[in-house]
């Protein structure tokens, strides 16, 4: 096996074309494809990783922030948890409010015995480059035109273009790690695919503030919009509010995004945001998205390549770590002559979860946010069903269990 973790070269298959050789090539280097390849690493099955984007694009990304109980165990076991459980916040659940009405809290520990964290993705990138150049992982970033081609043959191979010169990967398997606007799934026969989507009609701005959080994430239901106040760390706070989907970031100064966040709170939580100069504002649509199935022959989806969730339930970038799990198990027993039965049933199990954290974060959504369509029964059949979990334990321990994250298949 060759120690730069994949880098095999087997000549040229056309004029100055460079001729790579790994077992995975993994396109994508967001947190799916470095996770798997730190993974695969670690298991010594060799990977590549192709990134269009330059490597500190990547890094400033600021995206999600909450880790599943799951997650924070699976970046531990993979010996990725020191700086996160140096740096990040143990999280014991979310407090939900709604107009006129006292706060209630989801206990994940109490109802489930885990923790969860809240440890930002920009972080878990940087890990994750960190652990893989420390391990003289392969990362090639700004590379283009990257296709894939053999997938259903038992030699896939990808070509792309880096620094103006054409380049070829011959691998084993190729994982599609590349998000929702990648070209693995576009890869995929479309007669094959079969997909589901819902646009929601808002949007989230979202601020970054190096100023001291809350003390717990809270979700607010209020007449003029969703709210949520999150944390990072002891000084930066992450905050969001529901928005219009024309709305554009020079609309909201952070003078008013303050004055609307804390006007959808109740005054005692309000009178605790500590505002300050906001260090990022974004906005994002949202959208509910499944391609099914996550894998074509020798082409393996994982993360936001085949699934998309609005942020309202924090499983995005969760739902992506538990494919990775599934994905890594399966090429390892491969690999390690344990057959095949994971990669045969990747695509199923891995789709049992997501639909899951899919009607979590539908249900979630709809019940947090105001749509502009909604009728008077609907708000009423939506004040009720906070109510109700307001005061039942058994609603509380299921939205506890979900929002903690089921276990993963064995
Ligand atoms: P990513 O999109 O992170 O990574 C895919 C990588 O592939 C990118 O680096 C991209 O540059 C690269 N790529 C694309 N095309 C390529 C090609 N042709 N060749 C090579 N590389 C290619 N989730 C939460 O849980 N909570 C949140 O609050 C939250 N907020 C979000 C806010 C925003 C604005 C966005 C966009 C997402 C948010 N998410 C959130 C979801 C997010 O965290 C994703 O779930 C997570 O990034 C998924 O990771 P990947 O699957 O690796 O996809
Ligand atoms: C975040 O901290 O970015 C966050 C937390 C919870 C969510 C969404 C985003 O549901």
Known sequence: MDPGGGVGYSGSRSIGERVMRTQVAVIGGGPAGLLLSHILHLEGVESIVLESRSKAHVMKRIRAGVLEAGSVKLLRDVGLGERMDR????????????????RFFIDTRKYTGKRMMAYGQTAITEDLYAAREAAGGEILDEVDDVELHGLTGASPHVT???????ERIDCDFIAGCD?????????????????????????????????????????????????????RNPMLSRYYIQCSLDDRIEDWPDERFWEELKSRYPSEI????????????????LRSFVSEPMRYGRLFL????????????AKGLNLAFSDVFYLSRALVEHYKGGGDRYLDSYSDMALRRVWHCERLSWWMTNLMHRFPDDTEFDQRSRENELEFLSMSDHAHAALAEQYAGLPYES
């Open 87 to 102: 740096e990040g916040h143990v999280h014991d659940g979310a407090a939900i409010v709604w107009a006129g009405h006292g």
């Open 302 to 313: 994982a993360g936001d390549a085949a699934h998309l969730v609005p942020p309202t339930g």
């Open 160 to 166: 792309f273009e880096r620094e103006g010169r054409p």
């Open 179 to 231: 998000g929702k606007h990648g070209v693995s799934r576009p890869s995929m026969p479309a007669g094959l695919t079969k997909v589901y989507e819902k646009v929601y009609p808002f949007g989230w701005l979202g601020v970054m503030s190096e100023t001291p959080p809350l003390e717990d994430l809270v979700y607010a239901s209020h007449p003029r919009g969703f709210a949520l106040a999150s944390q």
């Open 270 to 285: 309000a009178d605790a945001i500590v505002t300050g100069p906001t260090i990022e504002k974004s906005i994002a649509p």
